[in-house]
Nanobody
């Protein structure tokens, strides 16, 4: 069983920055790709940023140019750097580890709240 532990959420004013971290309890990035999702109140969970199986980073249009996803395989940790935050970025952010091999589970972090005030 793999655990994903998130940190780095908080409250900031519009225009500010936060960096979210997601640390896995074991070395999984060789067979997993990481992504970040968010869920705002009353809305469906949406994919914000993620790596493909070949290492390409993709972003939802609303965060392109402001958010950067990265990872440190040696630390089994992924990051989401969020700059120029907007009130509409307010949500609970979840990290996700999706397997690149069949028959093994997907893992989710517990979620971390990000609140951006105007």
């Amino acid at each position: 069983q793999v655990q994903l532990v998130e940190s780095g959420g908080g409250s900031v004013q519009a225009g500010g920055s936060l960096r979210l971290s997601c640390t896995a309890s074991s070395s999984i990035f060789d067979i997993y790709v990481m992504a970040w999702y968010r869920q705002a109140p009353g809305k469906q969970r949406e994919l914000v940023a993620g790596f493909t199986s070949v290492g390409t980073a993709n972003y939802v249009d609303s965060v392109k140019g402001r958010f950067t996803i990265s990872r440190d395989n040696a630390k089994s940790t992924g990051y989401l750097q969020m700059n120029s935050l907007k009130p509409e970025d307010t949500a609970v952010y979840y990290c996700n580890a999706r397997p690149t091999l069949p028959g093994i589970p997907t893992y989710w972090g517990q979620g971390t709240q990000v609140t951006v005030s105007s």
